[in-house]
Structures are given as structure tokens and as C-alpha cells.
């Protein structure tokens, strides 16, 4: 091998070390910050993300720009109204949070087990699969510390998101406490360890 060609593979295994090493650094700081949190009872600690992949769904969505988060129950509403003369089986719901300035721009989401046809205010469509960062959560005044957290975490992780951030409304409450998932669509670098 030649003087110049062992310099090159040389310098590339160099920063490819490199790279690893600030891989390794990074997960270190997250690690070293998550053991920090349970130490102190920091009760935001008790939040465990999970990495999984969110397979194609088949959803009935209506969207709009909102005046407040109250208004989600009238996208509901229109899907609803799509819905009940297909008699179409009440499945989860959940909505997708569309990220625009000074706006709340909402995409109500029901979950379908078949098709239906889209009407003049609900579409009807498959949601790719995707790679998300999950977090589950109880109740209705958990939501800031468990938004907190996954922010918190996609900050140091990484991970970049993709699309935007969803509510799976998984138990709506009505007979005890509402669970919810949040779900942001990711792309993982190849060397985040999450």
C-alpha cells in the first residue's frame, strides 16, 4: 500500500473513531441525566419513552385551524357525522397537532378498521408507518410534565422529528383516569442509542 493511500484510510478510521467517540459521549450525558433525575424523585423520571415502530393506519380525519384546544370536539363531531351513516364501529381517536406559528392547527384522527368513503369535510387515507418516540401518560394534569419530558429528551437524543406530534387518545376516561400516548414521527441517527 501506497504512502498516501495508507494516510487516507488512516484519516478515515480517525474520524470515523471520532464520530463513535462523540456517540458515546452524548449517550453518557443522557444516561448520567437520567440517573440524576431518579436520584432527586423528580417525578417527570417516572416517564419512560419508548422507541417503536408505528405501523400503516388506516384513518378518518377532519383538520382546521382551532381558536382553542377546546374545539377539537367539533372536528370529532364532523367526522362522527361522516361516519354514522356507514355505521362504522367507534374505534380510538386521536389527533395530530400541526405545527404553525400562532396558530392551533388540529387534524382530528379516528381509527378505522376498513374503508369508508371520504366525504366534504373528512378524508380518509393511510398513515405511513414511521419510526416514533412514544411516551404514555395518566390523567389530565400530567400532560405538561410528560410533553416536558419527551422534549426534554428528543432535545439531547438526537433524533430528529419528522412530522408532526400526535395524541393517541388510548382511554378517554369515562370510567376512571385518561390514558394518553404522544407520539413524535423520528428519524434516529445510526449511532443514537435511545
Partial sequence: MTPPRLRRLLQ????????RVSAERARLARVAAR??????????????IA?????PRLVATARD??????????LYGAIDRALAPRRVAPTPRGAAWHATSGTIECEALVF???????????????????????????????????????????????????GPKREIYLDEGGD???????????ALREDTDA
Fill in 112 to 162: 378505522l378498521t376498513e374503508p369508508v368513503a371520504p366525504s366534504r369535510d373528512v378524508h380518509v387515507y393511510e398513515m405511513p408507518a414511521h419510526t416514533a418516540a412514544c411516551l404514555v401518560y395518566r390523567g389530565e394534569d400530567d400532560h405538561v410534565r410528560a410533553y416536558a419530558t419527551l422534549r426534554e429528551w428528543l432535545a439531547s437524543s438526537g433524533a430528529t422529528v419528522t
Fill in 65 to 74: 385551524v382551532l381558536g382553542s384546544y377546546d374545539e377539537l370536539d367539533r
Fill in 12 to 19: 478515515r478510521k480517525r474520524e470515523d473513531v471520532e464520530r
Fill in 176 to 186: 376512571g383516569e385518561a390514558v394518553t400516548e404522544i407520539q413524535y414521527p423520528i
Fill in 51 to 55: 422507541i417503536r415502530r408505528v405501523g
Fill in 35 to 48: 440517573l440524576d433525575a431518579l436520584e432527586r424523585c423528580d417525578p417527570a423520571a417516572a416517564h419512560e
